[in-house]
């Protein structure tokens, strides 16, 4: 059974950082897709950035050039170093794995989090 940990939210004032890791336990060889994804109250999940196992990356428009995100291949882990944190980024952020080899079988499908809670306020 695959598990994904985020940790690294909390309450920042608008224009503070925060850094999101996320860390996988179980039978993992390699991961094609990790990549973040925020729900905030009312709202549908949306992405923010993935980072694929060659460390391309893709972004949402609004997160462009304030937020990184970057994995560790060998730890299977992903973070995503969030700056300039406006309020409108305050949402639930959830880990996402997209395919992964567990040294005999290739999983596809995608593994979710529990999400951390990101708070934007003065």
């Known amino acids: 059974q695959v598990r994904l940990v985020e940790s690294g939210g909390g309450l920042v004032q608008p224009g503070g950082s925060l850094r999101l890791s996320c860390t996988t336990s179980?039978?993992?060889?390699?991961?094609?897709?990790m990549g973040w994804y925020r729900q905030a109250p009312g709202k549908d999940r949306e992405l923010v950035a993935t980072?694929?196992?060659?460390?391309?990356?893709n972004y949402a428009d609004s997160v462009k050039d304030r937020f990184t995100a970057s994995r560790n291949n060998a730890e299977n882990t992903v973070y995503m170093q969030m700056n300039n944190l406006k309020p409108e980024a305050a949402a639930v952020y959830y880990c996402?794995?997209?395919?992964?080899?567990?040294?005999?079988?290739?999983?596809?499908?995608?593994?979710w989090g529990q999400g951390t809670q990101v708070t934007v306020s003065s």
């Open positions: 996402n794995v997209e395919g992964y080899y567990d040294g005999t079988h290739y999983h596809t499908g995608a593994i």
């Open positions: 179980g039978r993992i060889c390699s991961i094609k897709m």
């Open positions: 980072v694929t196992s060659d460390g391309r990356t």
